[in-house]
């Protein structure tokens, strides 16, 4: 199981962003897939998840402003971050519980910063 993150970058306060993870290993149509992050000096913190069947759940801190989605075709989940806030910076990890074993990605950092 491989998971690949991507898209991170810096953004001003206010702004959005889309990052990807891509799998390969399992089927992003069969799994629930989960979005973490882990900010400077934190402990890694749930952000996201989308189930096999599309039903999201997120964070409180970040209801109403960020969206998880996933593309079966490419194995492909997203999160589209919109009005990101300082408080939003951290590297964000996409992660799979598979066959009793929890798989995280190598993260992509995201900076919210003017």
Do not use: H
């Not at 069969?30 to 998840?49: F, L």
Request: some cysteine; glycine content about 10%; aromatic content about 10%.
């Amino acid at each position: 199981v491989q998971l690949q993150a991507s898209g991170g970058g810096l953004v001003q306060p206010e702004g959005s962003l889309r990052i990807s993870c891509r799998a390969s290993g399992i089927r992003v149509g069969i799994n629930t897939m989960d979005w973490y992050r882990q900010a400077p000096g934190k402990q890694r913190e749930y952000v996201a998840s989308i189930s096999s069947g599309g039903n999201t759940n997120y964070t409180d801190s970040v209801k109403g402003r960020f969206i998880v989605s996933k593309d079966n075709v490419k194995n492909t989940i997203y999160l589209q971050m919109n009005n990101l806030v300082p408080e939003d910076t951290a590297v964000y990890y996409c992660r799979v519980v598979w066959r009793s074993r929890t798989y995280f990605g190598q993260g992509t950092q995201v900076t919210v910063s003017s």
